[in-house]
């Protein structure tokens, strides 16, 4: 997730000098370095690689998985300035356990970013703490939209967000995995059936990034009255898709709120 809202910051002209990314391995650290021209340190060459990364650091990203993100600002802390911006991309971490974990006062912005932030094409909410300015916020703001749409939320919706923008990408990429499944089935060569599903659920896609693009109207534009389409959802309507993916979402917030719990 991290590599993507990098990808969308460097395409959109932050210069790579100003950016300093941890990772664990040496191998990785070599990796970033060389595709995005920027410092990369790694834990396994240097335990205080976090650290000097964070030291100086306007704005701080804190990416790792949810359970080791407090532990992650904690090992920071020492070295933050108290303007220190830290953003948090984990899903289930709340601004109050980030803020428990570092120095009274830090400013914490907790995101909630997709994968499509490595084409500029993300969607990125923000929530802030009490700590964080207007001014903060805005910095933060401008910085993210380089990787794509930033929404500015409560809290309390992130859960519901993430399990829509958040997972969603993989939602878009099942449906591309079953259609082509579909395809091996109804006879279509397997490598034949993965390209025109990839294309045409890529292809939908850029339709629905046109301004004002209605998802409503557009797969209307493709039923024809009596025809194939129409067949096909009907049939979806049928097997109670659209309950199903409700499901599917109520079930990715209800994880959240569990991870939360059990980070508590
Ligand atoms: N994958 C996704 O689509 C999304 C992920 N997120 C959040 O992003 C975070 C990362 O998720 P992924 O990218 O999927 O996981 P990942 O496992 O691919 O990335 C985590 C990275 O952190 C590194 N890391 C772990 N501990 C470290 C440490 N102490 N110092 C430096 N680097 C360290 C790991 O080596 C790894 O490269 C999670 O908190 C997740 O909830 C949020 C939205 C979407
Ligand atoms: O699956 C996850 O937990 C993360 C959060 C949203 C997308 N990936």
Redesign the pocket.
Known sequence: ?NEAILGGLLAAGTDPSDVVATVRRAERADELAHRHGIMAIAGAEDPDNNKLAAKGAGVVILGVK?VGITDLAREISPVLAPSTIVVSVA??VSIAQLEAALPPGQPVIRT?P?TPARLGRGVISVSAGSNVTPEQQQLVTELLSAAGTVVEIPEDQVDAL?AIS??GP?YAFYLAEAMAAAGVELGLDPELSVRISRETVAGAGYMLAEPGADPTALRVAVTSPNGTTERAIAAFNEGGIPAIIADGARA?AA??AE?TKQLG
């Open positions: 997730m949810p899903a289930a909630m997709n993430s958040g997972s993989a990715a994880r959240a991870i």
